[in-house]
C-alpha cells in the first residue's frame, strides 16, 4: 500500500508540475518517467525534502522505510545479498564539488569503473564480494546518491537493472513540499 502511496504521489507531482517547473531537463524527466510508469517492474520513491527521486526493482527488493531523518531509503533484498540505498543532503557552505565527492566516496574500494560529469559521478567496482555501483548528481543546491550493492553470484540479475535505475534518478525541485530543500 505504501508503494503505491508513493507512486501515486510521484504521478501526482508529475502531473501538477509541468517540466518546465523544476530544472531537470525534459530528456532526463522523460527518461524517468519512462522506467517509471513500468509499474509491474519499478517502484518509485520521491524524497520530498530533497527533491530527488529514485526508481528500484520491485520484483528484486523490497523498500525497508524512509530513514528517521527523512533523507532517503534502503530497499533490501529478502535474503540479505543484495541492497539499494539512497540519501540527499544540502550542498551549501562549503559547497561540495563533484571531483570532491567522488573523492570521498572512493576510499577502500577496488574500483572498476569511474566517471564524472559537470553535475554527477558513477563509480562502480568491488568490495570483497560484493559489486557496488554509486551515483551521485548536484542540482539545485542539492547531492543526491544512490548505491546499489549486490553478491557477485548476483551479477546477471542486477546488471541490467543499473541502467533503468540510473535514468530513473533524478533532483527536481518539483519533487520537494518544502521551500528550501526541508532547511
Request: proline share 5%.
Amino acid at each position: 500500500m505504501k508503494n503505491t502511496v508513493i507512486l501515486l504521489t510521484a504521478l501526482m507531482l508529475l502531473t501538477a508540475c509541468p517540466i518546465g517547473a523544476g530544472s531537470t531537463s525534459p530528456k532526463k524527466m522523460a527518461a524517468f518517467e519512462d522506467v517509471c510508469s513500468r509499474t509491474d517492474e519499478y517502484g518509485c520513491y520521491v524524497n520530498h525534502r530533497y527533491g530527488y527521486a529514485l526508481a528500484w526493482p520491485k520484483r528484486l527488493l523490497n523498500p525497508m522505510g524512509e530513514s528517521d531523518a527523512g533523507d532517503g531509503q534502503v530497499f533490501a533484498a529478502s535474503d540479505g545479498r543484495a541492497e539499494l540505498r539512497c540519501w540527499g543532503s544540502i550542498n551549501d557552505t562549503p559547497r561540495l564539488t563533484i571531483p570532491e565527492a567522488l573523492a570521498q566516496a572512493e576510499p577502500g574500494r577496488q574500483s572498476t569503473y569511474r566517471h564524472a560529469g559537470s553535475d554527477f559521478f558513477v563509480l562502480s567496482g568491488y568490495t570483497g564480494d560484493t559489486i557496488f555501483y554509486r551515483r551521485s548528481i548536484l542540482a539545485d543546491g542539492v547531492l543526491a546518491t544512490f548505491e546499489l550493492t549486490y553478491e557477485t553470484s548476483l551479477k546477471v540479475l542486477f546488471d541490467p537493472v543499473i541502467g533503468d535505475i540510473s535514468a530513473g534518478f533524478i533532483i527536481d525541485p518539483a519533487f520537494g513540499l518544502h521551500s528550501g530543500h526541508g532547511k
